[in-house]
T-cell receptor, first 111, second 115 residues
Framework: RKEVEQDPGPFNVPEGATVAFNCTYS??????FFWYRQDCRKEPKLLMS???SGNEDGRFTAQLNRASQYISLLIRDSKLSDSATYLC????????????FGRGTQLTVWP | DADVTQTPRNRITKTGKRIMLECSQT?????MYWYRQDPGLGLRLIYY???????NKGEISDGYSVSRQAQAKFSLSLESAIPNQTALYFC??????????????FGPGTRLLVL
């Protein structure tokens, strides 16, 4: 079983919609989590860090549920520019721990 | 100028050839990483280095070697390339911020095709 699992999608939503992605992790020792965004054929870029129960940044909200071992990303008022692949990433243990990447969830926002 | 650069950006090679992928960074970070990305598999860690004298294997190091020539440079070598090493390769760097948290910054990637 992969360390981090996420639904690959694709998710196709209209502009203005709210969309949510879930990600589950298998190792309860995982301490911190991240959402990265990756555009087609480009490098991943950090979108949000999730260190405690959750984090909010504008239209984006990330939540962490340690009891159920899942992380979610909520995007409100979707924009065309939100179309990308969203990578769920976990770190086991301390800040020296390696990152474990999910396979990514593909989002397409249509006009 | 980009903070993390990779050369070449695209490479086609033949089975059995030795090739080197290079990564340079101007961020002054101590930590550097090499990942490969395959469709449907996500990013997988090949090797990582926490400083010039430190080299560590990742989850898929077989068939690869690395060299940390300086703080700013981290090279990945395929001693004898094989077709299943066809992938998108990313270099990344990171450091700890004032709060002890780490963010990884990725280079633009190298597309490698092994025939």
């Amino acid at each position: 079983r992969k360390e981090v699992e996420q639904d690959p999608g694709p998710f196709n939503v209209p502009e203005g919609a709210t969309v949510a992605f879930n990600c589950t992790y298998s190792n309860s020792a995982s301490q911190s989590f991240f959402w990265y965004r990756q555009d087609c054929r480009k490098e991943p870029k950090l979108l949000m860090s999730v260190y405690s129960s959750g984090n909010e940044d504008g239209r984006f909200t990330a939540q962490l549920n340690r009891a159920s071992q899942y992380i979610s990303l909520l995007i409100r008022d979707s924009k065309l520019s939100d179309s990308a692949t969203y990578l769920c990433v976990g770190r086991r243990g301390s800040t020296l721990g390696r990152l474990y990447f999910g396979r990514g969830t593909q989002l397409t926002v249509w006009p | 100028d980009a903070d993390v650069t990779q050369t070449p950006r695209n490479r086609i090679t033949k089975t059995g050839k030795r090739i080197m992928l290079e990564c340079s960074q101007t961020k002054g970070h101590d930590r550097m990483y090499w990942y490969r990305q395959d469709p449907g598999l996500g990013l997988r860690l090949i090797y990582y280095s926490f400083d010039v004298k430190d080299i560590n294997k990742g989850e898929i190091s077989d068939g690869y070697s690395v060299s940390r020539q300086a703080q700013a440079k981290f090279s990945l070598s395929l001693e004898s390339a094989i077709p299943n090493q066809t992938a998108l390769y990313f270099c990344a760097t990171s450091d700890l911020d004032e709060e002890g948290q780490e963010t990884q910054y990725f280079g633009p990637g190298t597309r490698l095709l092994v025939l």
